[in-house]
């Protein structure tokens, strides 16, 4: 078993800043990809940006490329999401996820078989 908890969401303005992190516990050992999906009201969730097992292969959405980065200390078995320049419609709850099956195609939701619990990240104009 993986435990994800997610932390550093809340209110902020546009072109502000935020840097998510998401701490896993448990089982950390058997952790491949790590990614970041998110949710707005009246949507359906949406990928957002992962890496694989050492950092070195990332995705992104092309929306958040240029402002998003992803990174993880293994160390800390821990994953960040470094949010720039941010925009209204960046507006959701973001949540964590971790593969610990076979690693597979790093933006496809169903390969992750741990989630967070989601954290709210809100952009005012």
């Known amino acids: 078993q993986v435990q994800l908890v997610e932390s550093g969401g809340g209110l902020v303005q546009v072109g502000g800043s935020l840097r998510l992190s998401c701490t896993a516990s448990?089982?950390?050992?058997?952790?491949?990809?790590m990614g970041w999906f998110r949710q707005a009201p009246g949507k359906e969730r949406e990928f957002v940006a992962a890496?694989?097992?050492?950092?070195?292969?990332?995705d992104y959405v092309d929306s958040v490329k240029g402002r998003f980065t992803i990174s993880r200390d293994n160390a800390k078995s821990t994953l960040y999401l470094q949010m720039n320049s941010l925009k209204p419609e960046d507006t959701a709850v973001y949540y964590c996820?971790?593969?610990?099956?076979?690693?597979?195609?790093?933006?496809?939701?169903?390969?992750?078989?741990?989630w967070g619990q989601g954290t709210q990240v809100t952009v005012s104009s």
């Open positions: 448990g089982r950390t050992f058997s952790i491949f990809n």
């Open positions: 890496a694989s097992r050492s950092g070195g292969n990332t």
């Open positions: 996820a971790a593969d610990t099956e076979v690693p597979s195609a790093l933006r496809l939701a169903a390969t992750y078989d741990y």
